[in-house]
């Protein structure tokens, strides 16, 4: 069974950073894609970044390129999420999912998710 869960939440002002990280227990392969995803207030969740496991590629939502940094971090098991020149509206609910057949932009490809981790950002 896998089992994620998320760190690196907090509270930042408009124009800062944080590091988010999922860590990963279980059986995962280098077939597994990880995804961050997150819900907004109000929102349906959205896809934000995604890694293949393997192979290290990566994909990112339009509002995350150049901004956002998503990688794996074998030694460790994890899945980071690397967030600079934060805005009001990346204030949201952020959670990693992890699904057996490689990333995707869609939920429902991810079998494991998190807790899920704050993140406020204020202007």
């Known amino acids: 069974q896998v089992r994620l869960v998320e760190s690196g939440g907090g509270s930042v002002q408009a124009g800062g950073s944080l590091n988010l990280s999922c860590a990963v227990s279980?059986?995962?392969?280098?077939?597994?894609?990880m995804g961050w995803f997150r819900q907004r207030p109000g929102k349906n969740r959205e896809f934000v970044a995604a890694?293949?496991?393997?192979?290290?590629?990566?994909y990112y939502a339009d509002f995350a390129k150049g901004r956002f940094t998503i990688k794996i971090d074998n030694s460790k098991k994890t899945a980071d999420l690397q967030m600079s020149s934060l805005n009001s509206d990346d204030t949201a609910v952020y959670y990693c999912?992890?699904?057996?057949?490689?990333?995707?932009?869609?939920?429902?490809?991810?079998?494991?998710w998190g807790q899920g981790t704050q993140v406020t950002v204020s202007s």
């Open positions: 999912g992890a699904g057996p057949d490689g990333w995707s932009t869609y939920e429902r490809v991810y079998d494991y």
């Open positions: 279980g059986p995962i392969t280098r077939t597994y894609g």
């Open positions: 890694v293949a496991w393997g192979t290290g590629d990566t």
